[in-house]
């Protein structure tokens, strides 16, 4: 492994530019196995953040020297990065739907597919001002709840997670969005400490099958808690535990919608069939794949 080239400067004649410190950090990276466009767009993120300066700021002075800690700074996020630690958990916050949440250590960084979910919901939501009652069930970071109460203003949530990490990082995204009022978190094992009766239920349980686990990229394997992501032998098993509760979990003319892995869908709409739902939506990802399927009681009872 080459020499992380965040320490040139402290040795050559010349101080690095920040245009120079991009490149020799994108060829770093590219080197530990980032992907080469990813490598380009990290090492101007990691750049910023290491000189604490916008993105505007940098193309208006690409040639800037780095300070002697600025570069120590920038060594010390690169080598984080070299280590494959996703950018969003080196500076601790991405943006999701309209939000920038805290990315917390032991809990599932949130992914810009589960933005898909937020928009199937939506589409199914008659009246944005109704006073809905939501559940999200494994909340992780809480993003998928943020999301939906912060376009939903008279909505209220429970996010239910069994992980302790989880639960405080939902609180503290709730927070950070001025949501927490509107909602309350639970730690326990989906809807089973709950009394039911939501008119909406979300969720992106862990979908991965587990022996798929150790191939996934070390960005996931690495750093996503395997609790988010064990979804048992065919990936499904979150799934079959949760849709045997929602008849009680969900109103008679409530909805469910679900995050699933790419080849999920199919399989998912069979379970929410077996148990009297009937396929009110199915949300494709920007590669046009299917990845959220929403449902409603076919029969909704009296
Ligand atoms: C794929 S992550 C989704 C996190 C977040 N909702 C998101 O979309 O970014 C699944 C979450 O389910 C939680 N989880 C796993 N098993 C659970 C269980 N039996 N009961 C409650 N939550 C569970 C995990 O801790 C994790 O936070």
């Known amino acids: 492994m080459s020499r992380n080239p965040a320490r040139v400067s402290d040795q050559a004649e010349a101080p690095t530019s920040r245009a120079q410190a991009i490149a020799q950090v994108a060829a770093y990276l590219a080197g530990n196995g980032v992907p080469a466009d990813e490598a380009r767009e990290d090492a101007g993120v990691l750049l910023r953040a290491a000189a ?19 570069s120590d700074h920038l060594s010390h996020l690169v080598a984080r990065r070299a280590a494959r630690e996703p950018v969003s958990r080196i500076l601790g916050e991405r943006g999701f739907w309209t939000l920038d949440l805290l990315v917390a250590a032991n809990v599932l960084d949130p992914r810009p597919d589960t933005e898909t979910l937020i928009e199937t919901v939506l ?58 009022e509107r909602a309350v978190v639970v730690r326990g094992r989906w809807g089973q400490s709950l009394a039911g009766g939501f008119d909406v239920v ?31 032998a065919d990936g499904l098993d979150c799934y079959r535990e949760i849709i045997a509760d929602l008849p009680r979990l969900t109103k008679p003319h409530g909805f469910v919608a679900f995050e699933v892995g790419y080849d999920q869908a ?5 379970l ?26 076919a029969r909704p009872r009296p």
């Open 52 to 70: 604490g300066i916008t993105r505007l700021e940098l193309a208006m002075s690409p040639h800037a020297p780095l300070s002697a800690e600025e």
């Open 123 to 180: 589409a199914l939501v008659d009246n944005r001002d109704a006073p809905l009652s939501i559940l999200d069930l494994g909340a992780g970071s809480g993003a998928i709840l943020c999301a939906l109460l912060s376009e939903l203003p008279s909505s209220r949530g429970v996010a239910v997670d069994l992980s302790p990490d989880a639960c405080a990082a939902t609180v503290a995204n709730l927070t950070r969005c001025g949501l927490l």
């Open 202 to 232: 979300v969720s992106n349980p862990p979908y991965v099958r587990a022996g798929h686990i150790p191939t996934l990229e070390p960005e996931v394997r690495l750093y996503d808690p395997t609790l988010a992501l064990d979804g048992g």
């Open 266 to 270: 199919a399989s998912v709409a069979s």
């Open 272 to 297: 929410l069939g077996a148990r009297g739902f009937a396929i009110a939506r199915v949300g494709r990802d920007a590669g046009g794949r299917e990845r959220v399927v929403a449902g409603r009681m």
